[in-house]
Structure formats: structure tokens, C-alpha cells
């Protein structure tokens, strides 16, 4: 089963923009951290950013004031708005929900990962 699916991949030249949506099945409850993760060839997988179950946001240094996050708790779906795009933001990005299970341990769950690729 798909528990997380994302969408809105693609390419894009430079100083373009992208959105990306990821939606959380069912079976998923009360999410509580919501996030966007990337990882290029040959490079660690890095957070690009995340927005809790209160609204608040964390950024990775090299997007801050370039992408917006936000989540719809109703639809328990998180979106990416990538703006200004750069070559170097070209990577698989990958959707992370994490939750608490009833013991209080935290879950994550993670999608199957959508291309962003940047160039002209």
C-alpha cells in the first residue's frame, strides 16, 4: 500500500518554480511532523523543510525565502512551493510524515520520492 504519495515533480529552467504535493493515506493519524527531504546523487539526504502539527516551519539553509510549506490537516496532505529554482536544488525529494504511536514512540513514514530537475 501507498501510504504517502507524491506528486508535482518535473524540470525546470532556472529561476522557475514547481509545487509539490504529498498526500498521507487513511491509515495515517495525527501527523505530526510533515516534511520534504532531498538527496542528490552521491550526496546525503538533507531536509529541506518541515512544518509541525502547530504551524511551525524549520528551512534548510539553502532555500530559505526561496520555498513555502504548508499542510492541510483535513486533507492530511503536505505541499512544497519551490520558487526561484536552482540547478543545485535538482534532486529525488522525498515526502516524511512522522507520527506517535499509542506507546509514544515516534513513526516515521516515508514516500517513494518525485525528480526535481533544474536546468536551461
Known amino acids: 500500500q501507498e501510504e504517502l504519495v507524491e506528486s508535482g515533480g518535473g524540470q525546470v529552467r532556472p529561476g522557475g518554480s514547481l509545487k509539490l504535493s504529498c498526500a498521507a493515506s487513511?491509515?495515517?493519524?495525527?501527523?505530526?511532523?510533515m516534511a520534504w527531504y532531498r538527496q542528490a546523487p552521491g550526496k546525503q539526504r538533507e531536509l529541506v523543510a518541515s512544518?509541525?502539527?502547530?504551524?511551525?516551519?524549520n528551512f534548510g539553509d539553502s532555500v530559505k525565502g526561496r520555498f513555502t510549506i504548508s499542510r492541510d490537516g483535513a486533507k492530511n496532505t503536505v505541499s512544497l512551493q519551490m520558487d526561484s529554482l536552482k540547478p543545485e536544488d535538482t534532486a529525488v525529494y522525498y515526502c516524511?510524515?512522522?507520527?506517535?504511536?499509542?506507546?509514544?514512540?515516534?513513526?516515521?513514514?516515508w514516500g517513494q520520492g518525485t525528480q526535481v530537475t533544474v536546468s536551461s
Open positions: 516524511n510524515v512522522v507520527i506517535f504511536d499509542e506507546g509514544g514512540v515516534p513513526r516515521a513514514y
Open positions: 487513511g491509515s495515517i493519524f495525527d501527523p505530526r511532523v
Open positions: 512544518i509541525h502539527n502547530n504551524g511551525i516551519t
